[in-house]
């Protein structure tokens, strides 16, 4: 692999552009941005030329055909990813899309294999595994499960409200033109009715962050055990008896984004708090608490230098397409959270709770 990755980008929307092309027109000495693909020419003519994107094509396939490039930045509605991730992963290219993978599990579980068949990096943009906060809390967390410090991990919750996530960001280049042909959306699983499709649909969307960030936080899988009737609130169990909260959605207040998560050992208490997405330059708060000797309990909070998790996140994959590995497994993450939220849809039904 080349010192430079040669990158090919696929959209180039608002997210396209603030969260992912601007992090990598930074990253120079890493990567060069070599092509753009985008259905809408005097958008894709003029974010080109905003970031020096050299060769511009009117379909991605005939961007990979012809464009020299290594990996692919693809970033557009996950419902049509389904379009885009196979073309991409045949043709031998490293990928990162945005989150959640798709619509089905079954069919994001077909490009895992494939992308693993491939020897290819397939990287879910889940961002906050890399705010520099949420990273030292899970390489703490797993030393300390592993050195009984501080006794059993026994609880984790995660509290998510918020409506700003945008925090005010400088705006992208806006689209002046209507796709003449947009391309379809990919199909929901068969096994969900329409009430059911519409519910996970919204989960997938605003909550599958939380529930990924929760097993990087814990390095272990979980499975869902009961779901309110409103939806709002879910438990959840590891396989080693650790128990989990989860409350989404519980307020709607204006100009507010509240995503905490809170960990129990029986000597120790951490608690993290997560700053909204494109909310540049802010990590994650951490702090902590112990019982010293007999003494008061203290809070320690590590003083890290300022980042932005999607910063972090163009270094990683750029990493990992260099290294030809990510750190963590991000497609069969990715399958994994789209399950639970299909369980999620089948407790409801059971329950006779509020899809609506």
Not at 89 to 98: D, Q, R, V
Not at 272 to 280: I, W
């Amino acid at each position: 692999m080349p010192d430079k990755i040669r990158l090919g980008f696929i959209g180039c929307g608002n997210m396209g552009q603030i969260a992912h092309i601007r992090n990598y027109a930074q990253l120079t000495d890493d990567c060069e941005l070599v092509a753009l693909a985008e259905l809408r020419p005097e958008l894709s003519k003029n974010v080109a030329e905003r970031y020096g994107i050299s060769e511009v094509y009117s379909d991605h396939q005939t961007m990979l055909a012809e464009a020299e490039i290594d990996a692919v930045v693809a970033i557009m509605y996950y419902g049509i990813h389904y379009t885009v991730v196979p073309d991409v992963l045949s043709a031998g290219k490293h990928l990162i899309t945005e989150k959640p993978m798709g619509c089905d599990p079954l069919t994001a579980l077909q490009w895992k294999s494939l992308a693993d068949e491939n020897d290819l990096v397939y990287l879910v943009g889940y961002m906050k595994r890399w705010d520099v906060a949420a990273r030292h809390l899970a390489e703490r967390v797993k030393s300390l499960r592993e050195s009984g410090e501080l006794g059993q991990l026994r609880y984790l919750r995660c509290n998510m409200s918020g409506t700003d996530w945008t925090w005010n960001n400088e705006p992208a280049i806006r689209a002046t033109e209507k796709i003449e042909s947009p391309p379809s959306n990919e199909p929901f699983p068969q096994k969900l009715d329409v009430a059911q499709v519409g519910f996970y649909n919204m989960n997938i969307n605003f909550y599958v962050h939380q529930v990924n960030l929760i097993r990087f936080l814990l390095g272990e899988d979980f499975k869902l055990t009961h779901t309110h009737p409103d939806g709002k609130v879910l438990l959840a169990t590891t396989d080693s008896g650790i128990a989990i909260t989860l409350e989404m959605g519980l307020h709607q207040i204006p100009q507010t984004w509240d995503e905490d998560y809170y960990l129990s050992f029986e000597d120790a208490d951490f608690e993290l708090k997560m700053p909204a997405p494109l909310r540049m330059q802010t990590n994650g708060e951490l702090s902590a608490r112990r019982g010293m000797g007999g003494n008061p309990y203290v809070r320690i909070s590590p003083n890290m230098p300022p980042s932005w998790s999607f910063f972090e996140q163009a270094k990683g994959f750029l990493a990992a397409v260099k290294e030809g590995r990510a750190p963590f497994d991000s497609a069969g993450d990715g399958v994994k959270d789209l399950e639970f939220f299909v369980e999620q849809a089948r407790f409801m039904k059971e329950a006779g709770g509020n899809l609506g």
